[in-house]
């Protein structure tokens, strides 16, 4: 069993920067793919960026060169930054475990909301 929580969102001007963090319970964290998600209003729910247990990546096309998905495995903690941020990047972002490098795993946290606004 694996438990996330997320943590980091808040409210951007557009162009900033935000860093996300998942701290994960449970010691198999080390060994699965992590990802992160993406839900805004009216829209299904969207993978932004994978992570492999070795640390190969997939990114949306949408974020590719804002954003980098990286993990401690030491900290059980996976990270997200967020830069030059864009008002359709709102959304709750949802942690994500166990899945693919393309689709979502059992495990998923509560979501932290991010809102980029000016």
């Known amino acids: 069993q694996v438990q996330l929580v997320e943590s980091g969102g808040g409210l951007v001007q557009p162009g900033g920067s935000l860093r996300l963090s998942c701290a994960a319970s449970?010691?198999?964290?080390?060994?699965?793919?992590m990802g992160w998600y993406r839900q805004a209003p009216g829209r299904q729910r969207e993978l932004v960026a994978a992570?492999?247990?070795?640390?190969?990546?997939n990114y949306a096309d949408s974020v590719k060169g804002r954003f980098t998905i990286s993990r401690d495995n030491a900290k059980n903690t996976m990270y997200l930054q967020m830069n030059s941020l864009k008002p359709e990047d709102t959304a709750v972002y949802y942690c994500?475990?166990?899945?693919?490098?393309?689709?979502?795993?059992?495990?998923w946290g509560q979501g932290t909301q991010v809102t980029v606004s000016s």
């Open positions: 992570i492999g247990s070795g640390g190969i990546t």
């Open positions: 994500n475990g166990g899945g693919t490098m393309s689709r979502a795993g059992g495990y």
């Open positions: 449970g010691s198999i964290f080390r060994s699965i793919v």
